[in-house]
T-cell receptor, first 112, second 112 residues
Framework: NAGVTQTPKFQVLKTGQSMTLQCAQD?????MYWYRQDPGMGLRLIYY???????DKGEVPNGYNVSRLNKREFSLRLESAAPSQTSVYFC???????????FGPGTRLTVL | EDKVVQSPLSLVVHEGDTVTLNCSYE??????LLWYKQEKKAPTFLFML????IEKKSGRLSSILDKKELFSILNITATQTGDSAIYLC????????????FGQGTTLQVKP
C-alpha cells in the first residue's frame, strides 16, 4: 500500500516549456487535490477533484490545467512554464471531501 | 477573505521544553481545523478538531479549539529532536469541497 505517489521527484524546466506532474493513490479515495508550497506561504490549493469526473479551481489555478484520468490518477499540467511557477507541488487525496487529506512526497519544480 | 494565521513563524527550543503553537482563523463558514506535521517531505496528519471534538491528545501532543475566539493551539510537551519540523494549521470552511486554507506554518527546531 504505497498511499499517494508523485512523479517526477525533481524537474527543471526552461520558461515556456510544458510538462505534466503525475499523481496516483491506491487508497480508493474519491477526492484528490493539487497544492503548491512556497517559502513563508504554507500550502495553496491549485485545483481539486471532489470525485471522479469532476474538477474545480482552487485558490491559485492560473497557468495550470488538471485531468482526473480515473479514480486513482490526477495529473497537473503546466502548458507554458513561468519562473513564478517554481515551487514544491504536493498531491493529496481523501476518502471524500469532508475527510482527512493524505499527502504525496512532493515534486520540486524549478523554472529557469 | 478567508485566512489562517500561525504564530510564531519560527521557534527554537531545547529538548525537554514545552512549546505552544498558535493558529487563528477568519472564515465565513467553519467545519473543522486540522494540524499537520511536515518534516522533509509530505505533511502528515496530526489532529482534526470540530465543533463536536474541540480537544485532542496523542502522547506528548495535544490541541484545543476555541470556536468563540477563533483559534487553536498545539502543545508539545517534553520536546525531542524528532519534533523538529514545520507545523501546519489548516481550516476547512465548507465541509463538502475539501478546499483547505493553510496558514504559513511554524518552523520548530529542537536542539539537543
Amino acid at each position: 500500500n504505497a498511499g499517494v505517489t508523485q512523479t517526477p521527484k525533481f524537474q527543471v524546466l526552461k520558461t515556456g516549456q510544458s510538462m505534466t506532474l503525475q499523481c496516483a493513490q491506491d487508497m480508493n479515495h474519491n477526492s484528490m487535490y493539487w497544492y503548491r508550497q512556497d517559502p513563508g506561504m504554507g500550502l495553496r490549493l491549485i485545483y481539486y477533484s471532489a470525485s471522479e469526473g469532476t474538477t474545480d479551481k482552487g485558490e491559485v489555478p492560473n497557468g495550470y490545467n488538471v485531468s482526473r484520468l480515473n479514480k486513482r490518477e490526477f495529473s497537473l499540467r503546466l502548458e507554458s512554464a513561468a519562473p513564478s511557477q517554481t515551487s514544491v507541488y504536493f498531491c493529496a487525496s481523501s476518502e471524500n471531501a469532508a475527510y482527512t487529506q493524505y499527502f504525496g512526497p512532493g515534486t520540486r519544480l524549478t523554472v529557469l | 477573505e478567508d485566512k489562517v494565521v500561525q504564530s510564531p513563524l519560527s521557534l527554537v527550543v531545547h529538548e525537554g521544553d514545552t512549546v505552544t503553537l498558535n493558529c487563528s482563523y477568519e472564515v465565513t463558514n467553519f467545519r473543522s481545523l486540522l494540524w499537520y506535521k511536515q518534516e522533509k517531505k509530505a505533511p502528515t496528519f496530526l489532529f482534526m478538531l470540530t465543533s463536536s471534538g474541540i480537544e485532542k491528545k496523542s502522547g506528548r501532543l495535544s490541541s484545543i479549539l476555541d470556536k468563540k475566539e477563533l483559534f487553536s493551539i498545539l502543545n508539545i510537551t517534553a520536546t525531542q529532536t524528532g519534533d523538529s519540523a514545520i507545523y501546519l494549521c489548516a481550516v476547512d470552511p465548507s465541509g463538502n469541497t475539501g478546499k483547505l486554507i493553510f496558514g504559513q506554518g511554524t518552523t520548530l527546531q529542537v536542539k539537543p
